[in-house]
């Protein structure tokens, strides 16, 4: 190997801080004949195994590999890894499935030629382009729409179906899509549309860049080996002011981990050091004091496991609460601070030492810093066994630690109360039974889908909340909360708390005749032999219902209503046109609305 060779390497080893393996590393060149830095980066996996890397020192290395060929290879399911030693941050296996996504210094392929994705009403409305990053059942490409870029999370429903538990994973997926709309905060990666196609799920989401060192947090912490505690405390915050936001939704996060923590690199302050973040990917995520479930499944990341969700045994009949994110998060800011986990399973077995909640060691082994004694007394304050002793939210931001006062600190925690959201609330005769509730449920997420608002049911209430921002064009806040009324009315009929007049905004529709009618959404039934069951007459404004057969049966459905839209396409024009519409769109399980006067 030449002096220069020598120097490139020395230089790179200091870099990657691997120092202390120089000796091992010119003995591995020499055996294996490996002429200089680029032999090491060509065959980095068999250079880590024979020096016997650390996961974080290995995952430094393939960072570096993937570098020099061009930027790191699309995210794919791995293995898990092999338990790390106390001194080192292992990689954990990634879900089966997409991240959010990707720094847009992942590998890319070539725009896709200007294909186009929207609704049937407008099919063009987002322009596809390149694929940033993919996984087992989902892909995630960046998307133009108008003169903002977006990304498209698009996932496989047929691969889906293959699965046997694919009515689990389907409720999953709508309930991510309920939560996503009912979080609009600056801290959270924010969803603006979801479109469904037989075969595929589309969800229109916030693109979040990172820089160099990538998008997720995680990366950051990899590349640095741990942060700084001025650096610690400007992300901490942040996690703290988007949390008390979830948890006010009544919303349990279950996932808190770097992993799902995406830097903003065009947001941050580069030269201050100090990094703008926001939480992402809320598939585990649950809706609690509904009145309906229980939180006690075992999800999430088993290194920010709470001891409660460990060891679901130790719940009470009412299933873990909000208190297992302060766990997570404790964990998190030790993470940060000493870039190696507090439970990493060595020397027993993680369930074990999170039984303990004994943390000991804060020194990082890869920067030589120490946690300051306040910053271990707020760690350990979120880190207690007994949920009911975990310090709250707003106690941390009150914390020693967190409340240093001065420079850009004083700009993270911000009340938030977005001006275009108004709650509505109707109220049921009684709670529903479950079944009533699921069955309500279908039909308030197409409620969703349409007008891109959040809904939830909470024992006997239904919660919407009412965004003019996120209406799509053609529909306004009077629309949907008179849609909302009426389909909570067709459930459950005059005995819901009849809708009133709220903010300037009746409740019911009029034609100019002052007759009144009721907009209601249903699904056809198309049978092999029967077909519909349907005799209809087109007409201006839809297809006439004059009567309905019992077989295969149109349950909701009477004569003289009028269906308006089919697939969520308006049926306009002369009498011709609205029959050749509908007709292109027919099909069995086909979404319609229909005019009903009353």
Known sequence: MRAAEEDELNAWLE?????????????????????????????????AAQLKLKPLEKKRVENAANGRKGGPSVQTPKPPCAPASPSSLPVPAPDPKSRPPASPSSSRREPSGGNFLGPPEDPQKYRILEELGQGATATVYRCQHGEVQRAVKTIS??????????????????????????LRHPRIVSLFDVIEEPTKLHLVMELVEGGPEGVELFDYIVARGSFSEPISRYVFLQIVEGLQYIHSKDIVYRDLKPENILVDEKASKREEGLFEVKLSDFG????????YSTALTRV?????????????????PDGYGTSVDLWSLGVVLYVMLIGSYPFDGVGESIDDQIRKGHI????????????????????????QVDPSMRRSLEACRTHPWASVKGGPLDQVMRPWDDPHVREERITLPVKPSKDARDALNRDLHKWMKKFKCSVRVRETDVI?????????????????????????????????????????FSTLATVPEKRT??????????????????????????????????????????????????????????????EGIFGRQFRDGVEIAIRREM
Request: aromatic share 6%.
């Open 300 to 316: 999430g990341t088993p290194q920010y496991w709470a001891p409660e969700v460990s060891d679901p045994r130790k719940c009470g």
């Open 15 to 47: 870099k990657v801080k691997l120092v202390q393996y120089r000796e091992a590393v010119f003995a591995w060149c020499q055996k294996v004949g490996a002429a200089g830095l680029p032999d090491v980066l060509e065959n980095w996996q068999d250079f």
């Open 157 to 182: 429903l047929q691969k889906l179906r293959l699965q046997r538990d694919f009515e689990k994973i389907a409720d999953k997926l709508h309930r991510e899509v309920s939560i996503l709309f009912a």
């Open 284 to 291: 585990h995520s649950k809706m609690i004091k509904d009145g």
């Open 464 to 504: 919407a909340n009412l965004d003019d921002q996120a209406l799509t064009e053609g529909h306004s806040i009077e629309d949907a909360r008179n849609e909302l009324h009426q389909l909570v009315h067709y459930h459950f009929g005059s005995t819901a708390t009849p809708p009133q007049r709220r903010h300037g």
């Open 517 to 578: 009618f009721r907009i209601i959404t249903l699904t056809l039934r198309v049978h092999n032999e029967h077909g519909a069951g349907l005799e209809l007459e087109p007409e201006r404004g839809g297809m006439r219902i004059q009567n309905v057969e019992p077989l295969p049966g149109q349950p909701g459905l009477q004569a003289q209503d009028l269906i308006t839209k089919i697939n969520e396409v308006s049926l306009r024009g002369t009498p011709e046109t609205v």
């Open 360 to 383: 000991s060691n804060f020194r990082s082994q890869s920067t030589n810093r120490e946690a300051s004694l306040p910053a271990q007394d707020l760690i350990r304050s979120l880190v």
